[in-house]
């Protein structure tokens, strides 16, 4: 059975953000959620190698504290790691705006960061997705910024928490500009290749679910597919298999990185 956070993937993706489902998040999660009110900013105090090395602790959990541990996991490079629909273990005791049901009422957001000088400043391709994924759910659910907290201001006792380790009232100011913005989003990653790669004639366009184009035959072609030249849920599927297997971040987009991986496949 699935928990009611389902659509979180195609809200971020309608920002133009990068998604990459965690196998099982549909029915992973603590019970189901309550109403979503608000949105809870942290930072994963992991490792400092790695796009998203605290997936495995994001799912499963810490030996004082069973998983899931947030809904979402933000990746170095701005990827939305989709990990439960359901309730998770993110907020702990505390209160914000008078709300005081962090894990019932609150979606946990864990940004890859080891929370130290080592870390900072953050990579702006992080944090920008990280502001455009809080307004997407934010505007989603009905509710403003000011309903962004960020878990050191949740927490209570007060100082139980020091995450994250960036200013609130500047990151709220940000997406509150963002909920205002009607404009559409940039997207992450480049339309095209940046040049033509080796052998090719032309630079190749990014190719994502939806797109309909003789360059998905390629793709569908090394994927082992019917090339019918449509970017289906079938082909999206293909390509994060195929990511995964190469080590890359699974978020079923052909960009630059991934059409140099397939040529080589
Ligand atoms: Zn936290």
Known sequence: MSFSLTWLPAV???AGLKVAPVPGWESRGRAEMGRVLGVMCHHTAGPRQGNMPSLRTLIEGRRDLPGPLSQLG???DGTYYIVAAGRCNHAGAGSWQGLTGGNT???GIEAENTGLPDN???PEVQLDAYRRGVAAILRHAGRTALFCAGHKEYALPSGRKNDPDFDMDAFRRAVAAIIDDT???PSLIP???P???AGQPAARATLRRGSVDELVKVVQKKCGLPDDGVFGANTEAAVRRFQNSRGMVPDGIVGPKTWAALDTA
Do not use: C, V
């Open 105 to 107: 009422n609150f979606i």
């Open 183 to 185: 404009a559409p989003p």
């Open 191 to 193: 339309k095209a290749e």
């Open 120 to 122: 900072r400043p953050w």
């Open 74 to 76: 933000l990746g170095r």
């Open 195 to 197: 040049q033509p790669s």
């Open 12 to 14: 971020l993706e309608s």
